[in-house]
C-alpha cells in the first residue's frame, strides 16, 4: 500500500490525475484502474479532469509537467475511449459495483438496490415496535427483558454499526441482555431486507464478506488492477478493512488524504484507519506546495500545524508537513477579540457587529459574493444574521439546522396533528404558532404561554378554548372540516395559503427564508404524495430524523454563512471564522462503545450502558476523541481562505475556551500585543453598545406572485419519453447502465439482445472472428466471467446465423435504401415519443419497417404501441406507408402486422395527447 499526506490547497486532484497518466504511460489500461472518492461530485470532477488530461496529451504532447514516453500513444488513444466508463465512484457505488459481479456467490441478487440511511433506520425501529409487542407474550422468549427505555441505545447503536462488524456486551448483566435485543431486532432487519435490498452499512458488511471469499474476491482482481482511494481519512473501519483486505489480496492499492482534515466522526469516520496505513504502508513523499493560501495565511496555517502537532492535538508531526506557498500575493490575517464581563451572548452580538464593519470595508476589495462566514454550530448564526441585517450586508445561509425541525415545518406537522387529535403537545405548538393569533381589539395578538398552559390543564381543552376563545375553536373546527375532504397534499396547501387568521394565510407570517422552506416542502411531496394524513405525518416524524436534511438554500448572492462541516472542500477568497470562544461541549449518548483492549480485534466493539462499568470510561475516550477532532476543525476552517482570513472571538474575564485557547498559545490571543501591519492585524474590543436589530414587519413582506395560488396538474408522461419504456418491456436492449447512479447492471437477456441489435446495425457475421471480438469486447459483457461470456457469445452467434438465414428469402435483399438504428421524435401533446427503428429500408417502391426480437416467446401484441409510434411518425414525417414487421430472430419467424391494430394501440393516449399536424416528427 502507498500513502501520501496532502494537505489543503497543495493540488490534490492534480497529483492523482498525474497518478492516471502514469500507470496508463506504464502499460496499466484505464478500464483496469479504480479511482474512488466520497461524493459523487468529486468522483466526476475526477473523471472530466482525466478526460481534460489525456486529450492534453494526445494534441499537445504533454500535461502540465507529464510527457509520455515514446511509444505510448496508442494505451492513452484507447484510455481516451474509455474514460466515459472507466470506474470512478464513490466508495459506496465500486463496493457495489464489486457485489454485482460476484452476486450469486454472496446469495445477493445482482439487480439490488439500495436503501438510504434514515429509511434504514425508520425500519429498524419499525422491527423494534413490532418485537415490543410480540415480547409482551408471556411464551416470547424475550418477555421480561423488552422495555421503552431501550428504544434509544437500540437506535444509536444501528445508527453506529459502521464503526464495528461484531458487537459484544460490556461488563454488567445489563449490556448482555441489551445486545440480545438488539441482535433479535437487528437479525428481523436483515431478513426484511432480504437479497434484493441493501443500506449503506450492510454494503459495507457484504462487501467485506467478499473479501472472504476467494470465488468472489477473484472476480474483483480480474477486474481491477489499481485502486486509488481519495480522502482516506474519512474512512469509517468496515470501509478501511474492506481496502485492507483488499490489498492483502493482491490488488494495488494507492491512498491519498489529510489526517488534519479527519473531521467527521460523527458519520463514523475514524482517524486510525489513516494512522494504521501510514504506519504499515510505504510512505509517499507529501504534497508540500499550496497553490491556494496567500503568503501571510500560509505562514500562520504552518504556526498553526506545528504548534497542534507538537502538543498531539489532533494529529502527530508526521501528519502535519510544513507547506510551501506558491503564490506571490502577501494576503492578510485579522484576528478581533471581544473581551469583557457580559455574558457572552451579548459579547457576541458585539462581536458580530464588529465582523459586519470589518466586511462592510473589507467588499472594497473583495465582492460580498466571494465571502464566507464559518461557525461550529448554527447557535452562533442568529447573531451574525442580526449583525448582517443592521449592517444591509445581503448574506446567504447555505445549510441550517435540521430542515424538517425547522420551526414553519413544525408548525404545519403540529397543525395536522391538532387537527386529528388537539391536545397535548400537538395542541399547545398549534395554539403558539401563527395559527393560534386571536383578535384583541382588531389586531391580531398570540396567546401567551399562560393562557396556552390555561388551556392546557383543563380536562377538556377544546370546550375551554371555545369558552375564553371562540374565534380560535371555530378556525380548528374550519381547518378539521377542511382537511376531512381533501387529499393530503392539498391540505398541506390548505394550511399554508388559506386565509385563515383574519384575511391572513400562514404564509403571510413567515419571513422570505420561511417562506422558502415551506414552499419546497410542497416540492418534496408533490411528485409522490403520502395516501393519507397519518402517512403524511409519519413521513415529516421520520425525516425530521435525517441529519442531512439541511435549510433550502436562500437565492441570491451574498456573503455565504455556513458551518465548518459544510464548508470542507470549498475555497473563498475571504473567509471569516465566526465565535472562536465557543467551548467544546459533549452530547452524552445513549451508550458507548470501546474496544475490549489495544491489542484486541479492531472490528469488534464492546457495548456499554449507563450504569455499567466501562461507561464512564468509554464515555472519556469519546470525549478525547471529540476533543481531537476539534482541533482539526480548526485547521478546516482556517485553510478555507486563500486572501484573507480573519477569525472573531469572545471571552469573558478569565481563562479563554475553545479555539481561543490554541491562539492565546501561539501568541495571538486577547491578552497579546496588539498589531496593525500590512497584513496582519491583532485587536482586542472592549463592550460596545450594538445597534438594535430591525424589527421585522409583515407590512414589508413581498406581496405573493399572481400564480402562487395557481394548480399545475401533473402530466400523463415526462417531457421526453420512450414508446418501449411506456410498455416496460425489460427484453428490449438498453444502453449500458451506469452502477454508480444506482442503476441495475444488465442480465443475461437484455446483454444478448443488445448485442444481436449491435452487430445486425453494424452488418456484422456471425463467422467473421474480428467482427465477434469485437461484439465480446463491448462494455455491456464486463460484468461476466470468461464461462458466462462463451455462452452468451454461443447464443449471439446462434441468432445471427438466423438473422442471416431469413436474408433473401423472407428478409427482401439487397436493398435500394437501407438505414440501420434509425432514430425517430414524435411530438405528441407534451411529450416527445423518442426511439429507435431497427431497421428501415426501400425495395423498389415499398418501405419495409422491422423491428428484430429475440424473446422466448412471440407476442406481438407487447409492441403494439411502440411501433406505432414508429409507423405514425415516417407517416408524418416522409409520407411513406411501410409494410411494419416484427422479426423474432429466436423462432425464424417474420410476423407482418396489422396496422389497424398499431392505430388502436396508439389511441390509448387520451384523445387530447394525438398528434397535431403541426407538429412535425424528427427523424
Known amino acids: 500500500m502507498k500513502v501520501r499526506v496532502a494537505s489543503a490547497g497543495t493540488g490534490k486532484t492534480a497529483s492523482l490525475v498525474l497518478r ?311 494576503g492578510r490575517l485579522e484576528i478581533h477579540w471581544l473581551e469583557g464581563q457580559p455574558n457572552l451572548d451579548e459579547l457576541r452580538r458585539q462581536e458580530a457587529w464588529v465582523l459586519a464593519r470589518r466586511l462592510q470595508d473589507l467588499s472594497a476589495q473583495t465582492r460580498y459574493a466571494d465571502m464566507a462566514v464559518l461557525v461550529r454550530s448554527y447557535q452562533s448564526v442568529r447573531f451574525l444574521e442580526e449583525a448582517f441585517a443592521a449592517a444591509r450586508i445581503p448574506y446567504v445561509l447555505l445549510q441550517g439546522r435540521g430542515y424538517y425541525e425547522r420551526q414553519e415545518v413544525r408548525d404545519l406537522y403540529h397543525a395536522l396533528r391538532a387537527a386529528l387529535d388537539p391536545r397535548g403537545l400537538s395542541l399547545a405548538v398549534f395554539l403558539r404558532s401563527p395559527f393560534g393569533q386571536h383578535t384583541e381589539r382588531g389586531v391580531l395578538e398570540p396567546l401567551t404561554l399562560a393562557e396556552i398552559e390555561e388551556v392546557l390543564r383543563s380536562s377538556e381543552p377544546l370546550q375551554a378554548l371555545e369558552r375564553r376563545w371562540p374565534s380560535l375553536h371555530e378556525r380548528l373546527r374550519l381547518i378539521q372540516a377542511g382537511l376531512r375532504t381533501k387529499a393530503p397534499l392539498e391540505a398541506l396547501k390548505y394550511l399554508i395559503r388559506e386565509p385563515l387568521m383574519a384575511g391572513r394565510a400562514y404564509h403571510d407570517f413567515l419571513e422570505p427564508r420561511a417562506r422558502e422552506n415551506v414552499d419546497a416542502l410542497l416540492f418534496y411531496f408533490a411528485p409522490r404524495p403520502p395516501q393519507s394524513l397519518e402517512g403524511l405525518l409519519e413521513r415529516l416524524e421520520l425525516l425530521s430524523r435525517q441529519a442531512d436534511a439541511g435549510d433550502v438554500p436562500q437565492s441570491g448572492e451574498g456573503v455565504q454563512i455556513l458551518t465548518v462541516h459544510r464548508a470542507k472542500g470549498l475555497e473563498w477568497p475571504l473567509v471569516a471564522v465566526f465565535d472562536l470562544g465557543r467551548r467544546n461541549t459533549h452530547q452524552e449518548r445513549p451508550l458507548y462503545l470501546g474496544l475490549r483492549s489495544d491489542d484486541g480485534p479492531r472490528l469488534t466493539q464492546q457495548v456499554a450502558l449507563p450504569g455499567t462499568p466501562l461507561f464512564e470510561a468509554f464515555k472519556e475516550r469519546a470525549k478525547a476523541l471529540e476533543e481531537e477532532e476539534s482541533y482539526r476543525l480548526l485547521y478546516v476552517a482556517a485553510s478555507r481562505a486563500r486572501d484573507t482570513l480573519l477569525l472573531t472571538g469572545s471571552v469573558s474575564k478569565g481563562r479563554p475556551e475553545g479555539w481561543a485557547r490554541v491562539l492565546e498559545a501561539l501568541g495571538l490571543g486577547p491578552h497579546s500585543k496588539p498589531y496593525d501591519r500590512p497584513d496582519f492585524l491583532l485587536k482586542t474590543w472592549g463592550p460596545f453598545p450594538t445597534p438594535p436589530a430591525p424589527a421585522h414587519s409583515p407590512s414589508e413582506q413581498p406581496l405573493s406572485s399572481p400564480w402562487v395560488s395557481a394548480r399545475f396538474d401533473l402530466e400523463p408522461f415526462p417531457p421526453l419519453f420512450s414508446p418501449s419504456a411506456y410498455k416496460r418491456l425489460e427484453a428490449e436492449p438498453l444502453p449500458l447502465p451506469d452502477p454508480e447512479e444506482g442503476e441495475a447492471l444488465p442480465g443475461r437477456a437484455r446483454a444478448i439482445g443488445t448485442l444481436v441489435h449491435y452487430a445486425i446495425g453494424q452488418n456484422w457475421q456471425p463467422d467473421n472472428p474480428a467482427h465477434l471480438a469485437n461484439l465480446e469486447a463491448q462494455e455491456v459483457m464486463f460484468p461476466y466471467g470468461p464461462d458466462e461470456r462463451a455462452g452468451i457469445m454461443e447464443e449471439v452467434r446462434a441468432l445471427l446465423n438466423s438473422y442471416q438465414g431469413l436474408l433473401g428469402p423472407a428478409l427482401p435483399w439487397p436493398r435500394d435504401e437501407d438505414y440501420p438504428e434509425f432514430a425517430v421524435a414524435l411530438p405528441i401533446g407534451s411529450t416527445v415519443w423518442q426511439g429507435v427503428i431497427d431497421r428501415l429500408y426501400r425495395v423498389g417502391g415499398q418501405w419495409y419497417l422491422e423491428d428484430y426480437k429475440t424473446d422466448q416467446e412471440m407476442q406481438p401484441e407487447q409492441y403494439y404501441f411502440q411501433l406505432g409510434v414508429y409507423l405514425a411518425t415516417l407517416r408524418r414525417a416522409w409520407q411513406v406507408e411501410p409494410e411494419v414487421r416484427l422479426v423474432y430472430l429466436r423462432h425464424g419467424q417474420v410476423v407482418r402486422l396489422e396496422k389497424a391494430l398499431l392505430e388502436a394501440a396508439l389511441s390509448e393516449i387520451t384523445p387530447s395527447e394525438q398528434p397535431m399536424m403541426s407538429a412535425r416528427p424528427e427523424v
Open 20 to 330: 492516471y497518466l502514469e500507470l496508463i504511460a506504464s502499460g496499466t489500461p484505464l478500464r483496469r484502474i479504480a479511482g474512488v472518492t466520497f461524493t459523487r461530485k468529486a468522483a466526476d470532477e475526477l473523471r472530466v479532469r482525466v478526460g481534460q488530461a489525456l486529450e492534453a496529451v494526445l494534441s499537445q504532447g504533454q500535461y502540465l509537467d507529464f510527457v509520455p514516453p515514446a511509444g505510448s500513444q496508442a494505451a492513452f488513444r484507447e484510455a481516451a475511449l474509455e474514460v466515459a466508463g472507466a470506474t470512478l465512484s464513490t466508495i459506496h457505488g465500486f463496493m457495489a459495483q464489486c457485489l454485482r459481479l460476484a452476486a450469486s456467490a454472496l446469495h445477493l441478487d445482482p439487480d439490488f438496490a439500495m436503501l438510504g440511511d434514515w429509511e434504514a433506520l425508520a425500519w429498524f425501529e419499525e422491527e423494534w415496535n413490532t418485537l415490543r409487542y410480540l415480547a409482551a407474550d408471556p411464551a416470547h422468549l424475550l418477555h421480561g427483558r423488552v422495555s421503552d427505555g431501550l428504544t434509544e441505545p437500540l437506535l444509536h447503536l444501528f445508527a453506529r454499526r459502521s464503526l464495528a462488524e461484531a458487537f459484544e456486551p460490556g461488563e454488567g448483566e445489563a449490556n448482555q441482555a441489551f445486545l440480545t435485543v438488539y441482535q433479535a431486532v437487528y437479525a428481523a432487519y436483515e431478513a426484511r431486507l432480504g437479497a434484493r435490498l441493501l443500506s449503506p452499512s450492510e454494503l459495507e458488511r457484504k462487501a467485506l464478506e467478499l473479501t472472504r471469499r476467494p470465488e468472489a474476491l477473484g472476480r474483483v482482481l480480474e477486474r481491477v488492477e489499481v485502486l486509488l482511494v481519495d480522502e482516506f481519512q474519512d474512512v469509517n473501519p468496515l470501509q478501511g478493512a474492506f481496502f485492507e483486505a483488499l490489498e492483502q489480496a493482491g490488488l494495488a492499492l494507492e491512498i491519498v488524504g489529510d489526517p488534519k482534515q479527519s473531521i467527521y466522526a460523527f458519520r463514523d469516520a475514524e482517524i486510525e484507519v489513516f494512522r494504521r496505513a501510514l504506519r504499515a504502508g510505504e510512505r509517499l513523499p507529501p504534497l508540500d506546495r499550496t497553490y491556494r493560501h496567500s503568503q501571510t495565511l500560509v505562514r500562520f496555517l504552518n504556526r498553526l500545524t506545528e504548534h497542534l502537532a507538537a502538543q498531539g492535538q489532533g494529529f502527530g508531526p508526521e501528519e502535519a508537513p510544513p507547506v510551501e506557498a506558491t503564490r506571490p500575493e502577501r
